[in-house]
Structures are given as structure tokens and as C-alpha cells.
């Protein structure tokens, strides 16, 4: 596994442990079962499970999401018709960030990254200093370019740690960016970072200390001439 791929299972558990922490806490359940292997790291991610509701609520009838007994079942059809429907309205409103956000959640839902670059290239024109923003689009245009953010992607995620040094998913990726590039010692800072944010005894911690002892053994290693 790549660490680009690692990267992102440290953004997405970790990004996932601080927004459902509060409920975890209202609503304790023991452990879930593990699927690693049944889940790419990067699909995982970019699983929105609140999307179609959010999307059917924006572009659809929200009455049917304050009801969803009455509501119809959404499928991927009708999914597929609301992002048109978002992208047709966009069209008329260029000005609407959190439409063109919400879009390009939607096409990363639907596995269309091209899609998807491009309504992130709209949210960053109106948002250049959203952090977050810069960084979505960051793992969008690698999912483009075959998990690889070398080059635009990696410039992203750097002008995304400019604005907040400390954001978490910005700095697993540029230590994944530079391990992929073979720059094991340019790796561990930003890796260590995240280790100092997050619970030590957290999962997430654990896999992120692995990579950080691997980055720092293969940095270690002599250079073959």
C-alpha cells in the first residue's frame, strides 16, 4: 500500500474521530468490525453518507428529508439527476461557494474526479484562503492523476498549510507526497505533527508512529551510488 493511501486513512480517521467523537460519546458502542482490505483508503474518504441527503435538501424537496418515511428511496439515478440539476443551477449562480462545494463532494461521490477538479478550481476562485477547499481539491486532482500528488496536487496542499499549518488531512498528505517521492526525512515532520494533535493512545496515533519509525529507518539508510 502506498503511502499516499496510507495518508489518506490518517486524514479520513482522524477527520472521522473529531466529528463523530461527540457522538460516540452520547452513544457508546463497542468496537466495529475491521473491513481494511474490503475499502480503498481514498474511496473511504470520499464517502459522503449525509451527501444525498444534503444534495436532495438543496436541489430536491427538503420536506421529504424532514420526513423520510414518506420520502423516495434515493438511488443512484436519482442522485446522479440532483448533481445535474445542482451543476445546471450553478450555471445561473457562478457566485454560490457552498454550491459549488457541495457539487464537488457530489462528483467525488461519484467516483467523477474530473468532475469534480473542476468544480473545486470554481470554490477555490471564490475561497483562495479555504484551506480545506485547496486541500479536497488536492485529493481530487490525485485521484486524477492515479493517487499521485506530485506536481498541482502537492502544490495545493502547500498553499493549504500556509493558511493553517496545522491542518490535519494537509499535512498527512504532504508527508505521504514526499515519502512517495522517496523524501523519507521530509516525511516524518509533518507526520510527527499530527502525532502531537492527536489522543496517543488513539489507533490513529499507532499507525501514524509505524509510518514515522518506517520514514525514519529508510532516511537512515546510506545512500546507493
Not at 498528505?173 to 522517496?182: C, F, I, P, Q, V
Request: no cysteine; proline share 8%.
Amino acid at each position: 500500500m502506498t503511502s499516499f493511501l496510507l495518508g489518506a486513512i490518517a486524514l479520513v480517521a482522524i477527520a472521522l474521530a473529531f466529528a463523530l467523537a461527540p457522538l460516540l460519546r452520547r452513544h457508546p458502542a463497542g468496537p466495529a468490525p475491521r473491513h481494511d482490505r474490503d475499502w480503498s483508503p481514498i474511496a473511504v474518504g470520499l464517502l459522503l453518507p449525509a451527501a444525498a441527503v444534503a444534495l436532495y435538501a438543496a436541489v430536491g424537496a427538503p420536506q421529504a428529508v424532514l420526513a423520510p418515511a414518506a420520502a423516495p428511496a434515493i438511488g443512484p439515478a436519482q442522485i446522479e439527476a440532483m448533481v445535474n440539476r445542482l451543476a445546471e443551477r450553478l450555471k445561473n449562480e457562478p457566485d454560490d461557494a457552498e454550491g459549488w462545494r457541495m457539487l464537488a463532494h457530489s462528483y467525488e461521490t461519484l467516483r467523477r474526479f474530473d468532475a469534480a477538479v473542476e468544480a473545486y478550481r470554481h470554490l477555490i476562485a471564490l475561497e483562495p484562503n479555504n484551506a480545506n477547499g485547496l486541500t479536497d481539491a488536492a485529493v481530487a486532482l490525485g485521484m486524477t492523476m492515479n493517487q499521485d500528488l506530485s506536481g498541482e496536487p502537492e502544490r495545493l496542499i502547500d498553499r493549504a498549510l500556509a493558511i493553517n499549518p496545522d491542518h490535519v488531512q494537509a499535512l498527512a498528505l504532504k508527508g505521504s507526497a514526499a515519502y512517495e517521492r522517496g523524501d523519507y526525512a521530509q516525511a516524518i515532520a509533518p507526520w510527527k505533527k499530527i502525532l502531537a494533535m492527536v489522543p496517543q493512545e488513539s489507533e490513529m496515533a499507532r499507525s501514524i508512529a509505524a509510518s514515522v519509525e518506517k520514514a525514519e529507518a529508510l532516511a537512515a539508510k546510506p545512500e546507493r551510488r
